[in-house]
């Protein structure tokens, strides 16, 4: 099958991205994703929901944002790695764990959110686009597609 593969980490649930290429990758710096990830940030991507097809167990877990929309976040039922996420604001678009991507050795950080708490000890390239808080969903997936294939 073509198009970029990925999965958890014990390896219950795989997926399959239907992209031709490596899509670029943002950093979310909030003090929610490093909780969440308990690591400095979190990596992802957009992509079309139709483009992903997963395989394997998935538990969901739902929240209401602060601005009032439904974030659901599908983690591995067994590991709990978070896989996938959509918010209702954003139909037919998901935000995927780049990390989770078997060739996440070869991604490339394009775009920092949420740098007002990023962790100090992180440099970022002066030419990598930035927001302070979050970024209109349009100039962030802009920012990524500018990077592909550069
Ligand atoms: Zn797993
Ligand atoms: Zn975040």
Redesign the pocket.
């Known amino acids: 099958m073509s198009g970029l593969l990925g999965g958890c980490r014990c390896g219950a649930v795989r997926y399959v991205l239907a992209l031709d290429q490596l899509p670029g990758t943002y950093a ?7 909780t ?1 990830s308990g690591s400095a ?2 990596q992802q991507t957009f992509a079309p929901e139709l483009a992903l097809t997963v395989t394997g167990q998935l538990t969901i877990y739902e929240f209401i944002t602060p601005s009032g929309n439904v974030s659901t976040q599908r983690m591995c039922g067994t590991c709990h790695t978070r896989i996938f996420n959509s918010n209702s604001a954003r139909p037919g678009v998901v935000v995927v764990r780049a990390g989770t991507l078997d060739r996440s050795d070869e991604l490339e950080t394009v775009a920092h ?2 740098v007002k708490r990023k962790q100090p000890w992180l440099r970022l390239p002066e030419e990598a686009p930035r927001w302070l808080e ?1 970024a209109p969903p349009a100039q962030l997936i802009q920012a990524l597609a500018s990077a592909v294939g550069r």
């Open positions: 979310c710096h909030c003090l929610d994703c490093q969440w940030f979190s959110i949420w979050g």
